[in-house]
């Protein structure tokens, strides 16, 4: 008869901790106000940048100029696949930034998220005159977006609770014990965004295409 595993004091308390944390589901449960906050300053970010568009555009520049950089690269490549690896490579990029910035007391976290907003607002304030801005969203955006956007969101959630933990520690712990439990809700979580951006960049190098293609730009 096999005999049981002993673990130290140490490895005894990580492997409650990591217990503790509980299911994916559980992690974003628990965190659904950090997960609304984030949601919150998104839409800020824009509603300013569409009410704002002329003034904010200096700002946001550089990153419309990356967006049309990855347009040209991918359709120079003519490929699917490529397309899809390429977007999502930069949304699983935004994403991790977002978590890891997080730990500098939440502040780049919040600013990106925010910034990521006003990219959007940009675009739809700088429409030109004929082009439905709703048509846009619905054919141009939701059809990815509504994988895309909930995953640039929990990945900012879970960013500025690492770094708000470390002013306001967790009811019961420490500040580096808060640190440590929020990173492991990271662990536990990961595997829901990274799947829906997985999701999110086959739908936005198939589909959006081609409701864009008919529904939009072949109108007028």
Known sequence: MAKPVRLC???????????SVGSAGAVLKRNRGYILAAAVLFLIGWVTGSIFSEQLMAAVKPMLE??????????AKDSVLYTAGVIFMNNLTACAVMVLFGCLLALPTVFSLVLNGMVIGVLFGQLDHGVSAWELIVYGLLPHGIFELPALVISAALGIKLGLVLLVPLKGKTRLESFGFTWLEVVKAAWVPFAMLIV?????????????????????
């Open 9 to 19: 004091g140490g490895e005894k308390e990580r492997v409650l901790m990591w217990n």
């Open 66 to 75: 990356k967006i049309a950089s990855l347009a040209e690269q991918t359709q």
């Open 200 to 220: 999110a960049a086959g739908v936005e190098a198939t589909l959006t295409p081609y409701l864009l293609e008919k529904f939009v730009l072949t109108q007028g």
